[in-house]
């Protein structure tokens, strides 16, 4: 509990979280606004829209996890942590737990945020989360929030570098797992396999929560074959597994 609340102290403390957690709400509400606020008859509203631009504030938080891990060894505060906890599993665990409760948390008050703002710019739209696909697509963002943020927090700990680990995040979730697509013959079907791909599947599962349209009419669906619930174990053990070889590598190298 020490640990925790020391680790919850040195997060708070900083400006990097306050403001990523703004950036988060600001730019996925107003991209929903946006998709919301042009709809028309032919391309309605859905519980799936509101969710649209939820990747958008995934990017956001991975740079808020990098952040709290590449600061403390740009600024030495990680030797200090490990001189004050020899455990330095235990330290990053500490550390993992804190900044995915926080991105737990940022998610769910973004996609709700982005949910009731969709109710409020189209009352008569159909937005009442009446089944389990309704409710994975809005809470389910803050659980591959918090996914997403032991992903980044253990790539700090690999690269260390807040350039190399922020760049690295981002140029792979916005751009390389889309160009494996580009490989002929393999590269569908590598890019099934692949980790945010697997996690949209669990958000928009077999768009059920787009009122049964076509992803060429609305919310881009994964091409992953997985269940729902079986893309979120896949995401969760991919997250556990970088966070293994993080813990691993630290403790053998100089901090």
Not at 109 to 133: K, R
Request: proline share 3%.
């Amino acid at each position: 509990m020490t640990l925790l609340a020391v680790e919850r102290i040195k997060l708070l403390t900083t400006r990097s979280p306050w403001w990523c957690a703004l950036i988060t709400l600001v730019v996925t509400s107003g991209f929903t606004a946006l998709v919301v606020g042009t709809a028309n008859d032919q391309f309605p509203v859905t519980v799936a829209t509101t969710q649209f631009s939820y990747s958008f504030g995934l990017a956001v938080i991975m740079v808020l996890a990098a952040l709290a891990v590449t600061t403390e060894y740009r600024f030495g505060t990680i030797r200090t942590t490990f001189q004050a906890v020899p455990n330095r599993g235990s330290a990053l665990l500490a550390k993992t737990g804190v900044i995915a409760t926080l991105a737990l948390v940022i998610g769910e008050i973004t996609a709700f945020a982005c949910w009731g703002l969709a109710t409020l710019l189209q009352p008569t739209a159909d937005l009442a989360l009446n089944s389990g696909a309704d409710w994975i697509n809005v809470a389910g963002v803050g659980v591959i929030y918090a996914l997403a943020a032991v992903i980044a927090v253990a790539v700090g700990v690999l690269v260390r570098h807040s350039a190399g680990a922020i760049s690295l995040l981002l140029i792979y979730n916005l751009a390389i797992e889309q160009l494996v697509q580009l490989i002929p013959n393999a590269g569908p079907k590598i890019y099934e396999w692949l980790p945010f791909n697997v996690a949209h599947k669990f958000i928009t599962g077999d768009g059920a929560s787009n009122a049964g349209r076509s992803s060429e009419a609305g919310v881009p669906l994964s091409t992953s074959t997985l269940s729902a619930g079986w893309a979120l174990a896949y995401f969760a053990a991919f997250a556990a597994v970088m966070l293994a070889i993080a813990i691993t590598t630290a403790k053998k190298r100089d901090a």
